[in-house]
Nanobody, 125 residues
Framework: QVQLVESGGGLVQAGGSLRLSCAAS????????MGWFRQAPGKEREFVSG????????YYADSVRGRFTISRDNAKNTACLQMNSLKPEDTALYFC??????????????????WGQGTQVTVSS
């Protein structure tokens, strides 16, 4: 049974930073690409960032590029999202997700097999 557990969310002022972590109980973590998505109230879940199984390739939504950095540690079965220069519009429930390593379209949420329960990020103005 694969489990993904997010942590690191919280309340922060605009311009601040948070670091989200995703701990994965996966036998071979490197068999999976990882992604971060977010969902604000009344809105659809949207892609934030993705990282290939090796960590060599990373992808970002235009709205976060230059502010967020995704990383992974295959030895520790973790994926992280460093979020800097946070804006009120970044407020959402953030999810990590795992996709088969061979999937190249990490923007499409339908390519992800496993999802965490989410961690809330609230940015005050």
């Amino acid at each position: 049974q694969v489990q993904l557990v997010e942590s690191g969310g919280g309340l922060v002022q605009a311009g601040g930073s948070l670091r989200l972590s995703c701990a994965a109980s996966i036998r071979t973590f490197s068999n999976y690409a990882m992604g971060w998505f977010r969902q604000a109230p009344g809105k659809e879940r949207e892609f934030v960032s993705g990282i290939s199984w090796s960590g060599r390739n990373t992808y970002y939504a235009d709205s976060v590029r230059g502010r967020f950095t995704i990383s992974r540690d295959n030895a520790k079965n973790t994926a992280c999202l460093q979020m800097n220069s946070l804006k009120p519009e970044d407020t959402a429930l953030y999810f990590c997700a795992a996709a088969d390593a061979w999937k190249t379209d990490l923007v499409n949420l339908n390519n992800y097999h496993y999802w965490g329960q989410g961690t809330q990020v609230t940015v005050s103005s």
